[in-house]
């Protein structure tokens, strides 16, 4: 009894250590790239998640889960992170259970939940708004309950153990859990399944074999309705993409030398990394040796680990390679050192115990503790950058310097708090939500760029529905133009009238668009012209509410080739002559440039003007043209340097 509390004591520490180790700077690095994904996109309607979620290349699990934690806590950073440290600390006492029941052995079930508090992969990821905090976690339970149901022999292990119905249902809601929180968490799983279904036959029995193949149904059949929505369009986009993936062109055997740097999370010590922890295992191998018992203990952490490597070296030639892919072998990682620190251990103590009794009295601790000792050294003096600096700085998802506050920064000033902001990647979302004040404007999505790109057809719908409610629709595209990015700027100038323009930092377009309330009447200024330039038609309306974006619809015809880009300008003047809102820019804000206008089509180009809030009465608007270069205004052919559309009143 007095072990057992003191061994429940030291997983207790244990954890309370890995959590601590999970928490600094938490509220200190900003938000990276993929948790500003995670941030909006358990930000949206159960419906929209989900769908969301199908396109990407992660099941839903996790942002369920985020989702629920982020309407009982709100938006903020340290606490999204937070609950990524309380999902990675839950696999320390459940590693201490998994290698109980694997080992039969407390000494290595404590060591193993030390070094799953301590590995750094597993406290890098522990604080990050992603779902491989959490994925471990489920892995740790699959194997317990399949263990538990393979369990023989050992009386004093079985006392008070669970049955076997709840060992099964441990078992299936692991492997659905895992599947449903990380489709890499599979490579584990095979791992698993594979080891119970060959003891059981070892063993011949068959009854075991039978409910371990019933759970791997009834997990199955729990992944099902996901994985019969999802997965279909998951391996198309793999598919795709494979076809121009340079990692094609890549042995597999350099993604797995590059899976055992990461594994144990060896970017900044380099080739020491990898060698000190292979040096313990050998170490605790060499002197279990002399005990082929001990030695079988291997086959689960080592098939967890080479099932991982040899998966994740597979897709990454198929789709992409990164660090975080291997989370799910660091429970066996930490298994594995666990065992063999009991081994050195155990051999220290059959050493010191040969020795004659006097010398026994005074050197055996130091005989059994010394090649312990020493190991733990070299392994804290080559980890101590990595687990002291790196594991907290994040930088494996950084390629290029970024500000995450840039997103608000921009919009904040410009906005009100009627208005509604899409953007086109979740990920400046996230950033902006975090950001967002009482005042700011609510946020929506328009999906244009990687990972996820949305049918044309769906974000129309859900910009024309937000059209009914708002007056004023802001677009945040991420790239500018690139890929589909134009087919959205090119709607919105085709549909809205822009009112606002402007280029940020990371090639990030900002773009403010009015509604038309009313109908617009047309103007009796057709025909107006700049020499080779017409105006054939201008509508606007009779009037519009203080603070309203005033929407002006020009058509115009190019009569003659047009050698020189001008710039229409749209004015709103107050009686005395002062402008009061404008918008200047060339055709359909600056997508139709006049030298590319084919003769004779009528190129359609909106504007819209931010009217202040506090102004009431008449305005006069007019329009006209200007050399961008020169600023220079070009006159009409009546010799005019603008020309009146109409009168609105403001009212």
């Known amino acids: 009894m007095t072990f057992l509390l003191r061994a429940s004591t030291l997983v207790a520490l244990a954890t309370l250590l890995g959590f601590a180790l999970r928490l600094p700077l938490n509220d200190a690095i900003p938000p990276r790239w993929d948790e500003g994904w995670s941030i909006a996109h358990a930000s949206l309607s159960l419906g929209e998640l989900l769908t969301i979620t199908a396109a990407d290349v992660h ?39 998994v290698a109980k029941v694997w080992s039969r052995s407390q000494r290595i079930a404590i060591l193993a939940a030390c070094f799953m508090a301590w590995m750094p992969l597993a406290v890098y990821y522990g604080a990050v708004v992603r779902m491989y905090a959490l994925a471990p976690s489920f892995v740790l339970l699959a194997a317990y309950g399949a263990h538990r149901r393979l369990e023989i022999g050992d009386r004093r292990l079985r006392r008070g153990a669970i049955s076997d119905l709840q060992s099964l249902i441990i078992l299936a809601v692991g492997l659905a859990g895992a599947m449903l929180t990380l489709y890499h968490a599979v490579w584990a799983l095979v791992a698993i399944v594979i080891y119970a279904l060959g003891h059981a036959g070892l063993w011949r029995d068959r009854r075991a074999a039978c409910d371990i193949a019933l759970s791997v149904g009834a997990a199955v059949l729990i992944f099902a309705p996901w994985g019969l929505f999802a997965v279909p369009q998951f391996l198309g986009r793999a598919a795709a993409e494979a076809t121009t993936n340079i990692g094609q062109q890549i042995p597999m055997s350099y993604f797995v030398r590059q899976g055992v740097f990461d594994l144990t999370m060896a970017q900044q010590i380099g080739i020491a990394g990898p060698l000190v922890i292979g040096l313990i295992v050998v170490a605790g191998v060499a002197t279990a040796s002399i005990r082929r018992q001990a030695l079988g203990l291997l086959v689960l952490p080592l098939a967890m680990i080479v099932f991982t490597l040899l998966g994740v070296a597979f897709a990454a030639r198929q789709w992409a390679f990164n660090a975080r892919m291997l989370i799910c072998a660091t429970p066996a990682l930490a298994m594995l050192l666990g065992w063999s620190f009991d081994q050195i251990l155990a051999a220290g103590a059959r050493n010191a115990g040969r020795r004659p009794q006097a010398a026994k009295r005074k050197t055996h601790d130091a005989i059994r503790y010394a090649p312990s000792i020493l190991l733990s050294l070299a392994l804290l003096a080559v980890y101590w950058p990595t687990s002291t600096s790196f594991v907290y700085a994040k930088t494996l998802e950084v390629f290029d310097p970024y500000n995450p506050h840039i997103y608000h920064a921009h919009i904040a000033p410009l906005a009100r708090s009627d208005d509604l902001v899409f953007f086109n990647v979740l990920s400046p979302a996230g950033f902006y939500a975090l950001d967002r004040r009482a005042g700011d404007p609510g946020w929506s999505y328009a999906l244009t760029w990687d990972p996820v790109i949305e049918p044309r057809a769906r974000w129309e719908a859900r910009i024309a529905h937000a059209a009914q409610r708002y007056d004023r629709l802001w677009i945040v595209l991420y790239r500018g133009l690139a890929g589909k990015n134009g087919d959205l700027r090119g709607w919105m100038d085709s549909n809205f009238y822009p009112a606002h323009a402007q280029w940020g930092e990371e090639e990030v377009f900002y773009g403010l668009y009015g509604v038309a309330r009313d109908d617009l009447l047309t103007s009796n200024t057709a025909g107006a012209r700049w020499g080779e330039i017409v105006l054939e038609t201008a509508r606007l309306p009779e009037a519009v509410s203080p603070g309203a974006i005033l929407p002006v619809a020009l058509t115009w015809r190019a009569a003659a080739p047009i050698g020189r880009n001008y710039k229409v300008f749209v004015h709103a003047l107050r009686p005395d002559g002062s402008v009061i809102a404008q918008h200047d820019a060339q055709p359909l804000n600056d997508l139709r440039p006049m030298t590319t206008w084919p003769l004779g089509e009528a190129v359609r180009d909106n504007h819209g003007l931010a009217l202040p809030a506090d102004y009431r009465g008449p305005l006069r608007i007019v329009v006209g043209l200007y050399d961008p270069d020169s600023g220079k205004r070009r006159r009409t052919t009546d010799g005019t340097e603008a020309v009146m559309l109409a009168t609105v009143v403001v009212r």
Do not use: E, K, N
């Open 59 to 97: 099941p839903p699990l996790y942002y369920l889960l985020l989702s629920a934690w982020q309407r009982a806590v709100g938006y903020d950073l340290f606490a999204a992170r937070y609950l990524s440290v309380l999902m990675s600390t839950t696999a320390i006492p459940l590693t201490y259970v």
